[in-house]
């Protein structure tokens, strides 16, 4: 069995594509709303200015619509995968630039340059790593178990609650 195929993996890697779809719908209908999202092995978190029916509508939408094939969904701009990998690279490269012999300031333009090229180069990657590794569109089976709502600090946090396939 691969590593991405234990069925812990498998049930973070579903619950990650729905809450990317959930908060794409959540952002399109509501354009300047600020809502983030935080996968959990039982489902998702939803942080931000949002009604618990509102994100409920989302979540099952997402679900029917990944599972017509709507798979774009599951891939979110702004994922922390996205800054994992960027930093990553960046770190990476930065480390190999340092390297060597020569004074440190003298390296400090090619080190500049190396986290910067990392960066970009991460962007694209970042996406490919959400699609192939991060997130699961394999939704069979799945149901969303419920929607509830919780006030901390003057945050709302949902939480939505997923049944594993």
């Avoid at 989302?58 to 994922?79: D, K, Q, T, Y």
């Avoid at 997130?135 to 946090?157: A, F, H």
Wanted: one cysteine or more; proline letters at 4%; aromatic letters at 4%.
């Amino acid at each position: 069995m691969k590593i991405l195929e234990t069925p812990i993996i498998a049930t973070i890697r579903r619950n990650h594509a729905l809450e990317h779809a959930t908060v794409h719908l959540l952002s399109r209908r509501g354009p300047y709303r600020q809502v983030m999202g935080r996968t959990t092995a039982d489902g998702f978190y939803i942080y931000g200015p949002v009604e618990t029916k509102d994100v409920a509508a989302a979540a099952s939408e997402a679900l029917a619509r990944l599972r017509a094939g709507e798979h774009e969904l599951a891939i979110h701009p702004r994922c922390g995968t996205n800054l994992a990998v960027s930093g990553l690279l960046a770190g990476l490269s930065s480390f190999l630039v340092w390297g060597g012999k020569g004074r440190r300031l003298t390296k400090l333009p090619r080190l500049l340059l190396a986290a910067t090229v990392a960066v970009i180069v991460a962007q694209p990657l970042g996406l490919l790593v959400q699609e192939r590794i991060t997130t699961s569109t394999d939704l069979e089976g799945v149901t969303i178990k419920g929607v509830t709502r919780q006030k901390v600090g003057g945050v709302v946090i949902h939480k939505v609650e997923i049944s594993p396939a």
